[in-house]
C-alpha cells in the first residue's frame, strides 16, 4: 500500500483536517499521479456537510484533479512516467452497460465509483479524492493534460468545464444561438467562456450588477439585471437556451418565460429545494427543461484539447490545504473569483 497525506473531513460538522490514507498498489493497467493542483467544487461542500444525505466518513473530497505520473503498471499504454494526467469525477464504471460502452459512463446504469465519497466497483473499498499528495487510477479513467496552459486553471475544467461543456455540444449551441447564463460563479464563469467561443451571443442573466464587467470580460456580449422586473419584460422570448448553473433555491418559472418557442433550460445547478413548474409554462411555447452531469471519459478529453487549442482554462485563486475551511466559508458568501484551486505540492 502507498502512504498518502490529505485533509479530510471526519463528520458534517468538524473542519475538515490532516489525515493519512493508504493508496492501493499500482495494478498492470494503473497509474500513480503525484497531486499537483486539485480544484474546490461546490459539491464538495454539500458533500462534507452530508447535504445530500449520501456522506461517508471520513471523506477526502477533490475530483478536480491535475498532477504528473510517477509510476505506471506494467500493462499501461496510454501514459508514461513524466507525463501530466488529470482525474475527474468518477475513477471507474461497470464497462458493459450501453451507456458505458457508448461513452458516457457519467450515466453507468449500475452506478460507476466517485472519485471520492463512493465506493470502488468491488462496492467494498472507499474512493478518497484529490486534497491529497497522490492518487492511483486505472489508466482508462485517466486523461492526458497539455502542459501547454496553467494547471492550476485546468484543475477545474474536470468538473467546472465539462459540466459546461457537454450540454452546449449535446444542443448543439454555436452560432445563431442567443443563449443565456444564469449565475456567474465556478460553473457560470465556465459556461461564458465556452458558449462565446462556440460562436453563441452570450447573455449574463445575473441579481448583482457589479458581475457586469467580469461577465464581459469573460465573453458575455450582454448584461441583464434579473432582480429589475423591466429588464425581465425585455427579455421575454428571447433566447433559445438557458444554462441554469444556481445552486440556490430559485423560482424556474422566472426565467422559463425568456425562452422562445422550443426553448431549453439546461439545469446544472443542484438547488436544496424543488421548484414547481406550472404545466402550462412548458406547453404554451413547447419550452423544455432538462439536465446534464458531467461527461463521459472521451468528451471530458474532447474537453480538455479544445480548451487547449484555443486557450480557454478557469479563473483561479490558489490555496494552501490549511486554508480549506476558510475557502468553504468564503465560497458561500460568492467571496470567489471563481475557483480556489489547492497547491498540492506546497500543501504537505
Same mark, same amino acid.
Given at each position: 500500500?502507498?502512504?498518502? /497525506? &490529505?485533509?479530510?473531513?471526519?463528520?458534517? =460538522?468538524?473542519?475538515?483536517?490532516?489525515? @493519512?490514507?493508504?493508496?492501493?498498489?499500482?495494478? &498492470?493497467?494503473?497509474?500513480?499521479?503525484?497531486?499537483?493542483?486539485?480544484?474546490?467544487?461546490?459539491?464538495?461542500?454539500?458533500?462534507?456537510?452530508?447535504?445530500?444525505? @449520501?456522506?461517508?466518513?471520513?471523506?477526502?473530497?477533490?475530483?478536480?484533479?491535475? *498532477?504528473?505520473?510517477?509510476?505506471?503498471?506494467?500493462?499501461? +499504454?496510454?501514459?508514461?512516467?513524466?507525463?501530466?494526467? *488529470?482525474?475527474?469525477?468518477?475513477?471507474?464504471?461497470?464497462?458493459?452497460?450501453? !451507456?458505458?460502452?457508448?461513452?458516457?459512463?457519467?450515466?453507468?446504469?449500475?452506478?460507476?465509483?466517485?472519485?471520492?465519497?463512493?465506493?470502488?466497483?468491488?462496492?467494498?473499498?472507499?474512493?478518497?479524492?484529490?486534497?491529497?499528495?497522490?492518487?492511483?487510477?486505472?489508466?482508462?479513467? #485517466?486523461?492526458?493534460?497539455?502542459?501547454?496552459?496553467?494547471?492550476?486553471?485546468?484543475?477545474?475544467?474536470?468538473?467546472?468545464?465539462?459540466?459546461?461543456?457537454?450540454?452546449?455540444?449535446?444542443? +448543439?449551441? *454555436?452560432?445563431?444561438? +442567443?443563449?443565456?447564463?444564469? *449565475?456567474?460563479?465556478?460553473?457560470?464563469?465556465?459556461?461564458? +467562456?465556452?458558449?462565446?467561443?462556440?460562436?453563441?451571443?452570450?447573455?449574463?442573466?445575473?441579481?448583482?450588477?457589479?458581475?457586469?464587467?467580469? &461577465?464581459?470580460? %469573460?465573453?458575455?456580449?450582454?448584461?441583464?439585471?434579473?432582480?429589475? /422586473?423591466?429588464?425581465?419584460?425585455?427579455?421575454? @422570448? /428571447?433566447?433559445?437556451?438557458?444554462? @441554469?448553473?444556481?445552486?440556490?433555491?430559485?423560482?424556474? !418559472?422566472?426565467?422559463? !418565460?425568456?425562452?422562445?418557442?422550443?426553448?431549453?433550460?439546461?439545469?446544472?445547478?443542484?438547488?436544496?429545494?424543488?421548484? =414547481?413548474?406550472?404545466?402550462?409554462?412548458?406547453?404554451?411555447?413547447?419550452?423544455?427543461?432538462?439536465?446534464?452531469?458531467?461527461?463521459?471519459?472521451?468528451? =471530458?478529453?474532447?474537453?480538455?484539447?479544445?480548451?487547449?487549442?484555443?486557450?480557454?482554462?478557469?479563473?483561479?485563486?490558489?490555496?494552501?490545504?490549511?486554508?480549506?475551511? #476558510?475557502?468553504?466559508?468564503?465560497? %458561500?458568501?460568492?467571496?470567489?473569483?471563481?475557483?480556489?484551486?489547492?497547491?498540492?505540492?506546497?500543501?504537505?
Amino acid at each position: 500500500m502507498i502512504a498518502t /497525506k &490529505a485533509y479530510a473531513a471526519q463528520d458534517a =460538522t468538524t473542519p475538515l483536517g490532516p489525515w @493519512n490514507l493508504e493508496r492501493r498498489e499500482v495494478g &498492470a493497467h494503473d497509474v500513480q499521479i503525484e497531486i499537483l493542483y486539485c480544484g474546490v467544487c461546490h459539491s464538495d461542500i454539500h458533500q462534507v456537510r452530508n447535504e445530500w444525505g @449520501n456522506s461517508m466518513y471520513p471523506m477526502v473530497p477533490g475530483h478536480e484533479i491535475v *498532477g504528473k505520473i510517477v509510476k505506471v503498471g506494467e500493462q499501461v +499504454k496510454k501514459f508514461k512516467v513524466g507525463d501530466l494526467a *488529470g482525474i475527474g469525477c468518477f475513477v471507474d464504471s461497470c464497462r458493459v452497460c450501453p !451507456n458505458c460502452v457508448a461513452g458516457e459512463e457519467q450515466y453507468c446504469e449500475t452506478g460507476g465509483a466517485g472519485t471520492y465519497n463512493g465506493l470502488e466497483m468491488d462496492r467494498k473499498t472507499p474512493t478518497y479524492g484529490g486534497y491529497s499528495t497522490q492518487i492511483v487510477t486505472d489508466e482508462k479513467y #485517466t486523461l492526458k493534460i497539455s502542459p501547454n496552459l496553467p494547471l492550476e486553471g485546468v484543475a477545474p475544467l474536470l468538473c467546472a468545464g465539462i459540466t459546461t461543456y457537454s450540454p452546449l455540444r449535446h444542443w +448543439k449551441v *454555436g452560432k445563431g444561438h +442567443k443563449v443565456g447564463i444564469l *449565475g456567474l460563479g465556478g460553473l457560470g464563469h465556465m459556461a461564458v +467562456k465556452l458558449a462565446a467561443s462556440f460562436g453563441a451571443e452570450v447573455t449574463m442573466l445575473s441579481t448583482s450588477p457589479s458581475k457586469e464587467a467580469d &461577465a464581459r470580460r %469573460l465573453g458575455a456580449h450582454h448584461f441583464a439585471l434579473t432582480s429589475d /422586473k423591466e429588464v425581465l419584460k425585455g427579455l421575454r @422570448n /428571447k433566447f433559445d437556451f438557458i444554462v @441554469n448553473t444556481v445552486s440556490a433555491p430559485h423560482d424556474y !418559472n422566472v426565467y422559463l !418565460n425568456l425562452l422562445n418557442t422550443n426553448g431549453v433550460m439546461i439545469c446544472l445547478g443542484v438547488p436544496p429545494e424543488a421548484s =414547481t413548474v406550472p404545466a402550462f409554462n412548458l406547453i404554451g411555447q413547447r419550452r423544455s427543461i432538462a439536465g446534464s452531469l458531467i461527461g463521459g471519459i472521451r468528451e =471530458t478529453q474532447e474537453m480538455l484539447d479544445y480548451c487547449a487549442e484555443h486557450n480557454i482554462t478557469s479563473d483561479v485563486e490558489v490555496i494552501d490545504i490549511k486554508d480549506i475551511n #476558510t475557502a468553504y466559508e468564503r465560497m %458561500l458568501k460568492g467571496d470567489v473569483r471563481y475557483r480556489f484551486v489547492i497547491d498540492t505540492k506546497k500543501s504537505f
